[in-house]
């Protein structure tokens, strides 16, 4: 029914359900499409606020490329519609949750080597289809992650634009950690910046914690600038040479997405199915 084009869709069509992510990512809903009884996240953004952080034109603008993104590893937007008040986001639901909760309850709080890798491969393809279509930054730490039924990794697109409308600055919405140099620097980005958050999020993957964790700002800072970064002894060389390789100050050096997907710590685990 989605891809009938000339549907319009309106909230009449949809049984609300409970409330998701308690307020982390903006009015989200669990949602049933009555006629399919198919399970969706519907995400209602108030105009008057986009209005007043005049994010209405960066909505439409994100609204567009989204809907051209197609890939099993991204949370897909299934189609949009408004009302007087809001506009409706119908976003596809992932039913295993926020990744951050897998990650928090595993033993010890971190994956295996395996699962890391599986995960890994799966961000970097994500990503790399992003880059291809000129798409960065999305945002990428556990907090944005989410899992589908079947364990596939989805990354969410969570429209920080709208809790950060003035700030640019991506520590307007929590963590430092996973700011890349050039950005503290506030030196121009280009897409390397989610090679080096890939590292970040493999490095958090297999440790538990992002590798610059520091008790105030500064420290922090001071650590991502110098790449002061130590690793636990149960890392082992495939994994510490894969973070290595993209934890680059400079980013000219930080290894392709490519290169991440056939490393050789990732393919020992990722059995090449295509
Ligand atoms: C394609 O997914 C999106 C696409 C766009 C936007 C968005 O807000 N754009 C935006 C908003 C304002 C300004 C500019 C852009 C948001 C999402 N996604 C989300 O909000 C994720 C909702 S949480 C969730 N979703 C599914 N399954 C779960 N288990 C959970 Br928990």
């Not at 994010?55 to 490329?65: A, N």
């Not at 907090?143 to 589908?148: C, Y």
């Not at 969410?156 to 307007?172: I, L, Q």
């Not at 700002?217 to 040479?241: F, L, M, N, W």
Request: with cysteine; glycine share 6%.
């Amino acid at each position: 029914a989605y891809n009938n084009k000339s549907y319009k869709w309106s909230a009449r069509d949809f049984e609300l359900g409970a409330s998701m992510g308690n307020g982390k990512f903006g009015h989200v809903h669990v949602a049933r499409e009555k006629k399919s009884g198919y399970i969706v996240a519907i995400k209602a953004l108030f105009k008057s606020q986009l209005v007043s952080s005049r994010c209405e034109r960066q909505v439409i603008r994100e609204i567009e490329i989204q809907s051209h993104i197609r890939h099993p590893n991204i949370l897909r937007l299934l189609t949009w519609f408004h009302d007087e008040k809001r506009i409706y986001l119908v976003v596809e639901f992932a039913a295993g949750g926020e990744l951050y909760k897998h990650l928090t309850s595993s033993p010890k709080g971190r994956f295996p080597e395996n699962r890391a890798a599986k995960y890994i491969y799966q961000v970097a393809d994500a990503v790399n289809y992003c880059h291809q279509r000129h798409v960065i930054h999305r945002d990428i730490k556990p907090e944005n992650i989410l899992v589908a039924y079947n364990g596939d990794l989805k990354l969410g697109d969570f429209g920080w634009s709208v809790h950060a409308p003035s700030e640019k600055r991506k520590t307007m919405c929590g963590t430092l950690d996973y700011l890349p140099p050039e950005m503290i620097r506030r030196q121009s980005y280009n897409v390397s910046v989610d090679h080096w958050c890939i590292g970040v999020l493999l490095y958090e993957f297999l440790v538990g914690k992002p590798p610059f964790e520091s008790e105030g700002q500064d420290r922090t800072y001071a650590r991502i600038v110098a790449v002061d970064v130590t690793y636990p002894s149960y890392i082992t060389e495939g994994a510490k040479d894969l973070i290595s390789k993209l934890l680059k100050t400079s980013s000219k050096d930080r290894l392709s997405l490519d290169g991440v997907k056939n490393h050789y710590w990732v393919q020992q685990f990722v059995s090449e199915k295509n």
